[in-house]
């Protein structure tokens, strides 16, 4: 990996940050020691088996779970109707249907009912034991099929949002966004070259390989206990809590190692289950999906039809754009259609732009957020037609794409302006490495694309104790998917100008440190990072302040340097983190503090990518050689686990283009649950994937972070098709680009 | 669900007399099954422990390969890969390096996936299976009568197959298997192609076999493509024919891996470089290889 | 004092077709009163489910985020992330 400093900043010189220690939960990780949630054990507990509805689409005309109830083993059995009715806003009523099914099961694998047995054989014969009346009623898998007119409706009170004038009628159109400037016939009038075309997409897993898991504990006083692994334990708690009915301080929940999320662990499935047979049973309960169930009952990313339309003048520069884009929601309302419609422009400067995301409900499982929610697809429409542009102009695609770059300053196509962004620098990082001008053999092709994407901010908390010898607990809640541990220890060293391997990073559950919202949305190193930096920098002063009492001398005599409290003049023996904390009785107590904030001067983050393949034009079958990937990160506090997050967004971002796709069969139901026939990319399916951390700091971080965990996965889907076009002239505007398909685009060239 | 571990074939043969029981032996087909929701055996029957499922020994004339014996022992043979690369290389496409360590000739045939990597790989070398049978004995099949349809084999109840027999291949043979399959590894073959030639020394293919697996409910056997390669020098036109021929006797579905159109047209291609392989391994083998 | 800038969506559902407007207000949440006496209905839309960008910078939660005399305010729908 290589790393370009921004020339428009001087070197920092960190000690710690952009260090690569090794990270403190590594041991613990490969020697098989590590808790995940499925490694809870209890004393007592019992073994949940969920029953899920077989259809795609049906009414639930009745439930009998009195043979299952007495059945050997069996201590809890729940329903729908074991939970308070659906109230509050819409998304939080969906969420509660969408936990367990109430008056009807909206895809095959919607919670129908549950079972707590002494054994996991137990649960699931008293589970199909189970019996349900159901009415199956006609589905639809597709915005074609929900969308026509006469479509049979999953919910009968859904009007959809955003249209002028409202509807009068319901459908399973939920929500319209768009977004527009200028005058979009003008600007195709002023065209010199239009291309256009439609894009379709299919739903892809997150593919974390740890299945979700939940144990729960209920005390007779109502108090429960909830190990789970997810991307935010104090999220679970909240959205449990609304589909308990309880106050979430009811609620203790406590962080397990998680085995990757990526979006698809920021909400809740199994865990009200757990606790409600926990309180019916009186005993600890544990539920753990199989992959079969996390494949049909979790959230995938939606499918998507795009239609795309750009324009651009002879010398390459982009003057209109148009976007029609339908997003599948699954079962409820709630598609990234929005965020997709955002960020479908974003990185180009079109004066005349009309871009319309639809949120669209079908009988698939709920979608829930993949890296980047909904910006892959519709970049995969908008950055195929720059391609297809830039072929017809004969300008090379990095500098179509740097004629149009938005740089600080430039309207976003979403609306406000751009601050300080990387844009141009992730560009013209790879336009001038060395593999850009690799050449090709036969049947090889290179393709480009670039993406965007925000990243977050939002709430965190930290708490920071020095401990009697000196060495450092830093606590936060944001459970640790990427290597965050690490990255606070390094801050914190920085920080306190002490070793790394004398902070302690700690996750703590929900009683032991103040809130903190997800990990995830690009956001922790930024918003937990300045929660942990406040907070070493309140300690610091203070530290600083003992040292002034213990000297008898004003604060301002007091510097604190290298890890010791130093008097300017020099005048005193320094005294070290261990000294003060010895005798921190005598000068105020313990030494602690913490930090809270809704983080601002959240950086945004832009990649370009460059993909070399090969193609054997007899089987359509696809070889990545090369993969050079550039973003701006602001500054990697850990480069290793910066470099990681890049790499994973590209694997996720190739898998989807190439191979991944859910396959449902006649009846709605998924046909490929499992990782044989759900093609994730293996290791030996990969190039080592080059990576460009271009480093332009963020100003509104004290280290300059930029949130990369998400934009990676953004630009490789058309990065990919563009390569397969440059490879064999085929451009094939549907995904997954699997043998079958490019073969059959090879050899139909004109259907 | 019990679990047995004899240590001869006459007790497994009794065991596995029993209703309701399964052979267990690499286990990497069994128990991803039962994972997956299948109905669970009364009683598994280890055959690892019985020497004879395990060893790996050659006579003058024959191989002779215990149908319980994990892939890594024979792509670790070097003279079993010497005479038969191909069939060593279709066994070692199945799964991984982990499942290899476990998974087994015998397994392979007897789970009768249409998809089977080693089968045409056998079949296409003339291998039979030895088959314990209920009474105490033994009877010897070609390995192409063992499946007959997507997990169904001709072996009667309580009958398991003991050993691989393959005879030793005549000078100047050499076999290839290739498949298609999207990822490079942990993959099920979408087209699986095996072919074996034997040349003389102009280099004229004197004797052919070619077989085809995941192209329909079992292994494929082209004598038409054999046909075409015979008395040829493995030129173009005599490859394009076999090829074709090849394509011609697919019998393959749509299904969530591939599409009729596509598993005709790749049996083709795979046919024809399967060929090609096996006829430059075979050239390469001039000396007598006994 | 705010500029205002209104996406289309909520140029064709509620402001008729305004596209920017100057008001005087000292915080976001004061902002979003205003628009509401003029645009009713308004607030309800830009209260749930919207972040507000100033000056280029997204907020959440943005009800008593001081604006200056020359605040840039665009509303945005709110993003989940991943």
Redesign the interface.
């Known amino acids: 990996m290589t790393i370009a400093e921004d020339p428009a900043t001087t070197s920092p010189g960190y000690k710690w940050v952009g260090t690569r220690m090794i990270r403190p939960d590594g041991f613990e990780k490969v020697t098989g020691r590590a808790r995940f949630g499925a490694d809870i054990k209890l004393n007592g507990m019992l073994y949940g088996h969920v029953l899920r509805s077989p259809h795609a689409h049906a009414t639930i005309v009745s439930i009998d779970t009195s043979e299952a109830e007495k059945m050997a083993g069996v201590r809890a059995v729940i329903t729908g109707a074991d939970f308070p009715d659906p109230s509050g806003p819409a998304g939080d009523q969906d969420l509660q249907r969408n936990v367990i099914a109430r008056e009807k099961a909206l895809y095959e694998g919607h919670t129908i009912a549950a079972v707590a047995a002494q054994t996991r054989a137990q649960a699931k014969a008293a589970a199909e034991a189970i019996k349900v009346v159901y009415e199956v009623l006609p589905h639809v898998m597709s915005v074609d099929e929900a969308m026509a007119p006469g479509a049979p409706l999953l919910h009968p009170k859904l009007m959809t949002k955003g249209v002028d004038p409202a509807p009068t009628e319901p459908s399973n159109v939920a929500s319209r966004a768009v977004y527009q400037g200028g005058d979009l016939d003008l600007g195709f009038a002023e065209s010199d070259v239009v291309v256009e075309g439609t894009f379709t997409t299919k739903p892809v897993h997150q593919g974390y390989i740890e299945p979700h898991a939940a144990v729960a504990d209920t005390t007779p006083n109502g108090r429960t206990t909830l190990w789970c692994s997810s991307q935010g334990h104090f999220t679970m708690r909240s959205l449990s809590a609304k589909v308990l009915g309880w106050e979430p301080s009811k609620l203790k929940v406590i962080p397990a190692e998680i085995g990757g999320g990526f979006g698809g662990k920021t909400t809740i499935y199994l865990e009200p289950l757990a606790v409600r047979l926990s309180q019916k049973a009186g005993r600890p309960v544990k539920l753990v999906m199989s992959r079969d169930e996390v494949f049909r009952a979790t959230g995938p990313a939606s499918g998507t039809k795009i239609v795309g339309k750009l324009g651009f003048k002879n010398d390459g520069t982009m003057v209109a754009g148009e976007l029609w884009m339908a997003y599948e929601a699954g079962a409820f309302a709630g598609s990234p259609a929005g965020a997709g419609s955002m960020t479908a422009l974003a990185p180009y400067t079109v004066p005349n732009f009309l871009i319309e995301g639809f949120d669209v409900v079908v009988n698939k499982p709920k979608v829930a957020a993949y890296r980047a929610p909904g910006a892959p697809m519709s970049s995969f429409a908008v950055e195929s037609l720059i391609d297809e542009a830039a072929k017809k102009l004969g300008i090379d695609p990095i500098d179509i794409r740097l004629k149009n770059a938005v740089t600080e300053g430039c309207t976003a196509t979403y609306g406000p302006k751009f601050p300080r962004i990387g844009f141009v620098e992730t560009l013209e990082a790879i336009k001038n490495h060395p593999n850009y001008q690799i050449p090709l053999g036969p049947n090889q092709g290179r393709g480009v694309a670039s993406g965007f994407w925000f990243n977050a901010g939002l709430n965190s908390s930290a708490t920071v104790h020095v401990n009697e010898d000196g060495n450092v607990i830093v606590v936060t809640g944001s459970p640790d998917i990427g290597g965050s541990r690490a990255s606070m220890a390094l801050m914190a060293a920085e920080e306190f100008g002490i070793d790394a391997a004398r902070i302690q990073p700690v996750v703590g559950d929900t009683e032991s440190v103040g809130y903190n919202d997800q990990t995830g949305g690009s956001r922790t190193t930024l918003a937990t990072g300045a929660a942990v930096i406040e907070a070493c920098r309140k300690v610091i002063a203070d530290l600083r302040g003992r040292a002034a009492k213990q000297w008898d001398v004003a604060l301002e005599k007091v510097e604190w340097v290298d890890g010791q409290a130093q008097h300017v003049e020099g005048t005193q023996p320094p005294l070290s983190l261990a000294d003060l904390a010895r005798g921190w009785n005598r000068t105020g107590g313990p030494l602690t503090a913490s930090a809270a904030l809704n983080a601002r001067g959240v950086g945004s983050a832009f990649s370009t990518q460059v993909v070399d393949l090969e193609i054997d034009p007899d089987t359509g079958h696809v070889t990545v050689l090369r993969y050079l990937t550039a973003q701006d990160a602001g500054r990697a506090i850990h480069p290793s686990y910066v470099e990681g997050q890049l790499q994973g967004g590209v694997v996720q971002g190739i898998g989807w283009a190439l191979n991944e796709e859910y396959i449902f069969d006649r009846n709605g139901k998924m046909e490929n649950p499992g990782f044989l026939d759900y093609r994730i990319p293996v290791a030996s399916d990969m190039p080592m994937i080059d990576t460009i951390v271009v480093e332009v700091p963020n100003p509104g971080h004290p280290y300059g972070v930029r949130g990369v965990g998400e934009v990676g996965i953004v630009p490789p889907l058309a990065a990919v098709a563009n390569a397969v076009d440059d490879a064999v002239s085929r451009r094939i505007r549907d995904l997954p680009l699997s043998p079958v398909r490019i073969l059959d685009a090879i050899l139909n060239k004109d259907s | 669900m019990k679990y047995f571990a004899p240590s001869t074939v006459e007790e497994a043969a009794g065991l596995l007399a029993q209703p309701n029981t399964k052979v267990f032996a690499g286990a990497t087909d069994v128990i991803p099954q039962i994972?997956?929701g299948r109905p669970e055996p009364d009683a598994l029957v280890d055959l690892k422990k019985i020497d004879r499922l395990v060893s790996v020994q050659r006579t003058d004339a024959t191989w002779v390969i215990g149908a319980a014996t994990p892939t890594t022992r024979l792509t670790g043979n070097a003279e079993l890969v010497a005479e038969f690369p191909g069939l060593v290389e279709a066994a070692g496409l199945i799964g991984s390096d982990q499942v290899q360590s476990r998974s087994s000739l015998g397994g392979n045939l007897c789970n009768a996936s249409p998809a089977a990597d080693s089968v045409p790989a056998m079949v296409i070398n003339s291998a039979r299976a030895v088959i314990a049978t209920a009474n105490g004995g033994t009877r010897t099949v070609a390995v192409e009568d063992v499946p007959v349809g997507p997990g169904r084999t001709t072996l009667a109840p309580g009958e398991f197959v003991v050993e691989i027999e393959i005879d030793r291949p005549p000078a100047r043979t050499g076999d290839a298997y290739l498949r298609?399959t999207?990822?490079?590894?942990?993959?099920?073959a979408?087209v699986g192609a095996g072919v074996r030639v034997t040349l003389d020394e102009s280099g004229t293919v004197t004797d052919a076999r070619v077989a085809l697996g995941a192209v329909a409910p079992t292994v494929v056997r082209v004598t038409a493509a054999e046909a075409a390669l015979i008395g040829s020098k493995l030129d173009d036109v005599a490859l394009a024919a076999a090829a074709a021929a090849a394509s011609a006797a697919c019998n393959p579905i749509d299904d969530?891996?591939?599409?009729i159109?596509?598993r005709t047209?790749?049996a083709g291609?795979?046919t024809r470089r399967a060929a090609v392989i096996a006829g430059q391994r075979a050239a390469e083998k001039n000396g007598a290889s006994r | 004092m705010a500029h205002v800038h209104f996406s289309a969506g909520l140029r064709s559902g509620f402001t008729g077709g305004v596209a920017e407007l100057v008001v005087e207000a000292a915080t976001v949440g004061a902002l979003i009163r205003a628009l509401d006496e003029r645009f009713p209905g308004i607030g309800e839309k830009l209260s749930s489910g919207t972040s507000v960008a100033i000056d280029g910078e997204i907020i959440p939660d943005a009800e008593f985020e001081s604006l200056s005399a020359t605040a840039e305010v665009h509303f945005l729908e709110t993003i989940g992330g991943g």
């Not at chain 2, 999207?182 to 099920?188: A, S, V």
């Not at chain 2, 969530?256 to 599409?259: F, P, Y």
């Open positions: 994972r997956a298609l999207p990822r490079t590894e942990m993959d099920i979408v969530k891996r591939g599409t159109a596509y047209h790749v291609v795979l």
